[in-house]
């Protein structure tokens, strides 16, 4: 812990400091938001310009596909709802197995595009892929896959250019989950996972935020990887019954909330175990 001396100014009053820390994890983010060096705008301005570049590797990507009918083009789009879905399930499975790498290479980079800029969508990407192909396949090479590489890139493109957009509008929320994630340091990957299998923040907030308050990449990755397959396991599960859904809650039932309950109570239990074995040597 860091340790606290007074400092007295000259008029007369006196303020509370704390200790530059030994760690860098402890690091205060409020004194970081100083020094993160750039502006929000010129950041968001850079921001802009990586996207608008991955957008146009997203548009050759799509030029590359096998020709469509004009029906078929309009099919052939990031869903927004289970109608979306389906149309582009139907135009996907039709040429799967003919373009077998150009639909799985668009399928993955559309995942990955998502997922690094925070774009809604996906869930409806983990449902087509228990469609599309075989169920370990579309879980754990695919989806967590492409979440933890998607997460990553949104994670890195933070470190590099987005942190002053954290600083300027995140500062209060980053700060209070900085706390948490110090307490959690020594289990930091259990911790990820327990965050990934539960709703208790968004996973756009657990990106953008990460690297501010030196979260490790490979932690990182691996709590991400690991901890968002519960959640796809029941996505990609209802995918293989995909017409017969009309919204993407029917993808979720009481069962697989209660497997997602237990899930996140095991992934914490390590935690918890070591606290009460700590407590008692101590």
Known sequence: MAKKRSVRQPEGTTLIEEEESTTKETQPLKAAQYTGGGSARMSLLILISVFACAASVMYLVYRNFPELSEDERDKIKIPKDMDDAKALGTVLSKYKDTYYTQVLVAYF????FLQTFAIPGSIF????SGYLYPFPLALFLWVCLCSGLGASFCYMLSYLVGRPVVYKYLTEKALKWSQQVDKHREHLINYIIFLRITPFLPNWFINITSPVINVPLGVFFFGTFLGVAPPSFVAINAGTT????????????????AVLA???VVSILPVCFQKKLQEKME
């Open 109 to 112: 980079a559309t995942y990955v």
């Open 125 to 128: 990407l983990s449902i087509l």
């Open 242 to 257: 995909l017409y017969k859904l009309t919204t993407a809650g029917e993808a979720v039932s009481w069962n697989s909330l």
């Open 262 to 264: 237990v899930l996140a």
